[in-house]
């Protein structure tokens, strides 16, 4: 993976949530038996994104944006390339 993370906060509100919205719709809108509205999952996104628990990774092979837990192998090997 050849990517770089982007703060969120140097997007403007209006690219975050185009961001964050179209991660968490790629895969559909099914979150299990409690529906949860779109509005309140770019929340819980958002706060992630505040507190450090996920971060906006941009790749450049593929020229794709996602977001990636803190958790995440991927995003663990660029912090220590």
Not at 55 to 65: L, R, W, Y
Request: hydrophobic share 40%.
């Amino acid at each position: 993976m050849n990517a770089v993370k982007i703060p969120y906060n140097q997007l403007s509100p209006e690219i975050l949530k185009a961001v964050v919205e179209e991660f968490i719709t790629r895969n559909g809108t099914d979150y299990g038996a409690d529906e949860i509205s779109l509005e309140t999952k770019i929340a819980q996104v958002l706060l992630q994104l505040k507190a450090k628990d996920a971060f906006i990774v941009f790749d450049h092979e593929s020229e794709t944006t996602t977001i990636l837990k803190k958790e995440d192998k991927n995003l663990k090997s660029m912090d220590h390339s």
